[in-house]
């Protein structure tokens, strides 16, 4: 069993940065491929940034490439997306997710979630 808490978001103006965590408690979280989600009001949920057990192995949706970076420190259980560069089309409710399995683009392939984080961007 694996409790996700995310944490970090907040109202930015467009071009800002913004840093979310999530801290995982439970054992055994190198045992899990991490995610983050979002979604936003009317919208579907849609896959943002993946990373394997190790940290070695990440994956971005084309949207976020070369603005967002996800990283993770198996030592103190977190996860970390680093947002850059900020669009108005980001605003969303950010989700941390973890894969017992699988590492993916699917959420249904995703164990367990957070609460989700409110990011907002103005322009």
């Known amino acids: 069993q694996v409790q996700l808490v995310e944490s970090g978001g907040g109202l930015v103006q467009a071009g800002g940065s913004l840093r979310l965590s999530c801290e995982a408690s439970g054992r055994n979280f190198n045992r899990y491929g991490m995610a983050w989600f979002r979604q936003a009001p009317g919208k579907e949920r849609e896959f943002v940034a993946s990373i394997s057990r190790s940290g070695g192995s990440t994956y971005y949706a084309d949207s976020v490439k070369g603005r967002f970076t996800i990283f993770r420190d198996n030592a103190v259980n977190t996860v970390t997306l680093q947002m850059m560069s900020l669009k108005p089309e980001d605003t969303a409710v950010y989700y941390c997710?973890?894969?017992?399995?699988?590492?993916?683009?699917?959420?249904?392939?995703?164990?367990?979630w957070g609460q989700g984080t409110q990011v907002t961007v103005s322009s």
């Open positions: 997710a973890a894969a017992g399995v699988i590492v993916t683009s699917r959420g249904s392939d995703y164990d367990y």
